[in-house]
Every structure is written in structure tokens, then in C-alpha cells.
């Protein structure tokens, strides 16, 4: 049979086969499962591609709305700043719930943990939500301060 395999020239062939097969088994093998979807490390290396696709056509988008977009407008450089900022999150996080629940992930959970922290919000944390917006201001002042020579 093998000396068969060698004469015909499939013995190459039937070798990549039998590696890939045991590559691809090796790389779809679940490490674990978060509720219903068993995390693989295929599955991770597809997320980090997603991440990293979604982080740069993001920025993308907001380059392109500050430099070529909103350049023609009459706002000072700070507010197109934080306007082209503010697009690029929600071009994010719109992107990102879209490919979340197409990878199979029950974003009702989340709809309930975002639910439960606005009522906690409602409900006597203003003072930490404050306390957290305000750091997070003075940590970002220098993106406040675009464009401004002093």
C-alpha cells in the first residue's frame, strides 16, 4: 500500500492532508466555554483579527472625519476633536455589538447588566460616576488643549 502511494505521487499530498487534519483538530479543540460558545484557540485568534480590524477601520473613520470632513466646517479644532472622537466610538461599539452577537454571544446578559448599573447609577453611585468623569477629564486634558500653542 505504501510503495502504491509513492509510485502514484499522492504520498505528499495524503501527508498534508493528515497534518492538516491534525491542525485543524488541534485548533478548533475547546479550552473551555463561556455559556454556549466553546472558546477555542481558533476562536481567539478570530476575535484578536476582529479587535484589531475594528480598532483600525475605527480610527480610520475618525481620521478621515477630522482631516477631510470636518475641516470644512466653522468649528474650532477642539470640537472637531471631540466630534470625530465621539464618531469613532460609536462607530466602535456599534461594530462591535454587531459582531459580538454574530460570534453567538446571548447579548441579553449584557442588556441586564447594563440595566442593573443604570439603576445602581439612578439609585445613589452619582457621586463615583462623577468622581470617575472627573478623573478621567484630567487625564485626558491634553486631548482638550488640541490645536492651542500654551
Known amino acids: 500500500m505504501s510503495n502504491e502511494l509513492i509510485v502514484n505521487g499522492n504520498f505528499f499530498q495524503e501527508g498534508l492532508r493528515a497534518l492538516g487534519t491534525d491542525m485543524s483538530r488541534i485548533l478548533h479543540r475547546p479550552l473551555f466555554t463561556l455559556g454556549t460558545i466553546a472558546v477555542s484557540p481558533a476562536f481567539i485568534f478570530e476575535s484578536l483579527i476582529f479587535f484589531a480590524a475594528l480598532t483600525l477601520v475605527s480610527g480610520s473613520a475618525e481620521r478621515v472625519l477630522r482631516t477631510r470632513v470636518l475641516v470644512r466646517t466653522a468649528l474650532d479644532v477642539e470640537h472637531r476633536y471631540r466630534l470625530a472622537r465621539l464618531f469613532s466610538l460609536t462607530v466602535f461599539i456599534i461594530v462591535l455589538i454587531v459582531g459580538v452577537d454574530t460570534a ?3 447579548l441579553r446578559s449584557l442588556a441586564l447588566l447594563s440595566s442593573a448599573l443604570g439603576l445602581g447609577v ?3 453611585l452619582q457621586s ?8 478621567t477629564d484630567s487625564a485626558h486634558g491634553a486631548a482638550r488643549q488640541v490645536g492651542r500653542s500654551n
Open 104 to 106: 453567538g454571544v446571548d
Open 122 to 124: 439612578g439609585l445613589g
Open 128 to 135: 463615583i460616576v462623577a468622581n470617575f468623569r472627573s478623573r
